[in-house]
């Protein structure tokens, strides 16, 4: 099948259900109902736009550095897609090209890459597990913030992508809660993390500070400036 579930020899077949972790087999979650779910409510999008002749959806986002770093970091937080589908599923922001000022949500990581993605700039944040090493009962527990290793357990993954091919990536650092929002912006009572050390920096800090300055510190790489560090117009 196609990266969007589609028959590749007989266009207009579709598969659905447990079937469709044919293109993610033992990966993650698509054998089961918590993953395919997922999986069906893109393949919905897919076979509408099909039939009546239109793109994948996409909507317009604020493409600034403080917005972008913010709807990332909120979506890490909230979306069931990209936490229960890693690395299969992902949030696609379109920099340049045809698509220009839009996301994509939740949609098959693949179809980007051989298709959306070819033309253009982009940035796609998965959620995504790192190396459990040798031994899943000894696992790394050391936390970085900007150098070494991706931590092992779950962690948000930004990446940049120019005419298809990856220019720049950041792991960000993985978080007990699986929350990297702040206190203020989560439910009152949620979540139990308020400090994690970060080898590389030799301090302690709040997850959420550090997701946000592992985010800004990517938009920054790729060229993506906060309104104040931009140069005055001529």
């Given at each position: 099948?196609?990266p969007?579930?589609?028959?590749?020899?007989?266009?207009?077949i579709?598969?659905?259900g447990?079937?469709?972790?044919?293109?993610?087999?033992?990966?993650?979650?698509?054998?089961?109902?918590?993953?395919?779910?997922?999986?069906?409510?893109?393949?919905?999008?897919?076979?509408?736009g099909?039939?009546?002749?239109?793109?994948?959806?996409?909507?317009?986002?604020d493409?600034?550095?403080?917005a972008?770093?913010?709807?990332?970091?909120?979506?890490f937080?909230?979306?069931a897609?990209?936490?229960l589908?890693?690395?299969?599923?992902?949030?696609?922001y379109?920099?340049?090209?045809?698509?220009?000022?839009?996301v994509l949500?939740?949609?098959p990581?693949n179809w980007?890459?051989?298709?959306v993605?070819?033309?253009?700039?982009?940035?796609?944040?998965?959620?995504e597990f790192?190396?459990?090493?040798?031994?899943?009962l000894?696992?790394?527990?050391e936390?970085v913030?900007?150098?070494g290793?991706?931590d092992?357990?779950?962690?948000p993954?930004?990446?940049?992508?120019?005419?298809?091919?990856?220019?720049?990536?950041?792991?960000?650092?993985?978080?007990?809660?699986a929350?990297?929002?702040?206190f203020?912006?989560?439910d009152e009572?949620a979540?139990?993390?308020?400090?994690?050390?970060?080898?590389?920096?030799g301090?302690t800090?709040?997850?959420a500070d550090?997701?946000a300055?592992q985010a800004t510190?990517?938009f920054?790489?790729?060229?993506?400036?906060?309104?104040?560090?931009?140069?005055?117009?001529e």
């Amino acid at each position: 099948m196609t990266p969007n579930w589609e028959h590749m020899s007989a266009p207009g077949i579709w598969f659905a259900g447990t079937v469709m972790q044919s293109l993610d087999f033992k990966k993650t979650m698509s054998g089961f109902i918590h993953g395919f779910r997922h999986n069906i409510k893109a393949l919905a999008e897919f076979i509408e736009g099909r039939a009546q002749g239109t793109d994948f959806p996409a909507h317009p986002v604020d493409m600034r550095q403080e917005a972008l770093v913010h709807r990332v970091i909120d979506r890490f937080s909230v979306s069931a897609g990209l936490f229960l589908q890693p690395g299969f599923l992902a949030d696609c922001y379109a920099i340049s090209g045809p698509l220009a000022g839009n996301v994509l949500s939740e949609v098959p990581y693949n179809w980007l890459t051989e298709g959306v993605m070819k033309k253009g700039s982009y940035v796609t944040a998965t959620l995504e597990f790192g190396n459990f090493g040798e031994n899943p009962l000894h696992v790394k527990r050391e936390h970085v913030a900007f150098e070494g290793e991706p931590d092992p357990f779950i962690h948000p993954v930004l990446r940049y992508w120019v005419d298809g091919e990856c220019r720049h990536q950041r792991h960000m650092s993985d978080h007990l809660d699986a929350d990297w929002r702040s206190f203020a912006n989560r439910d009152e009572g949620a979540g139990t993390v308020t400090g994690m050390t970060y080898t590389d920096e030799g301090r302690t800090a709040a997850p959420a500070d550090m997701a946000a300055a592992q985010a800004t510190r990517f938009f920054e790489e790729i060229g993506i400036m906060a309104e104040a560090a931009r140069p005055a117009a001529e």
